[in-house]
């Protein structure tokens, strides 16, 4: 047996028939036709954040409906950018590194909780999706700078 007999074989990738620039007009074509699937997964993502967040809020010391509300919260984090509501990925990001706060008074915990989804709700519900309309912007400071004072305490 030669040490040639133990290398991985090279894939080959075939040439497409399409440009890279046809490519890039065909998937952004795709994306535009999702658009309107888009406010429905964005709707769909919000019910199970606030599905994640009442049960939590019936049992707080639950690790896994907290679990969930993280996980919730990260998916939501990662997936609204992409729906189109930027804003919306910022304040669930905000909520994430709140929920991982492990020093935290318990009533604030939930008052903050609550502020972060009641925001991701509201930018849902008016349709604020960018960052820079000025009360999603300052609301998402406010949001941050709370979740940055626990953090600065956690340590």
Not at 1 to 20: C, E, G, I
Not at 22 to 29: D, H, K, Q, V
Not at 127 to 139: G, R, T
Not at 141 to 155: G, K, P, S, T
Request: glycine share 4%.
């Amino acid at each position: 047996m030669t040490s040639d007999s133990r290398k991985p074989a090279q894939k080959v990738l075939a040439q497409s028939r399409f440009t890279r620039e046809e490519l890039i007009e065909r998937a952004e074509s795709a994306i535009s036709e999702m658009q309107g699937e888009f406010a429905i997964w964005i709707v769909d993502e919000i019910n199970d954040l606030t599905a994640a967040q009442e049960k939590w809020l019936k049992a707080p010391g639950d690790s896994e409906a907290a679990g969930e509300l993280f996980r919730r919260a990260h998916d939501l984090k990662g997936q609204a950018p992409t729906l189109g509501y930027p804003i919306v990925g910022r304040i669930a990001a905000s909520l994430c590194d709140l929920l991982s706060c492990s020093q935290i008074d318990s009533d604030e915990l939930k008052r903050l909780t609550l502020g972060h989804v009641d925001a991701v709700k509201a930018a849902v519900r008016d349709e604020i999706k960018d960052e820079s309309e000025p009360v999603a912007q300052a609301l998402a400071v406010e949001l941050e700078n709370a979740v940055q004072r626990i953090a600065a305490d956690d340590h």
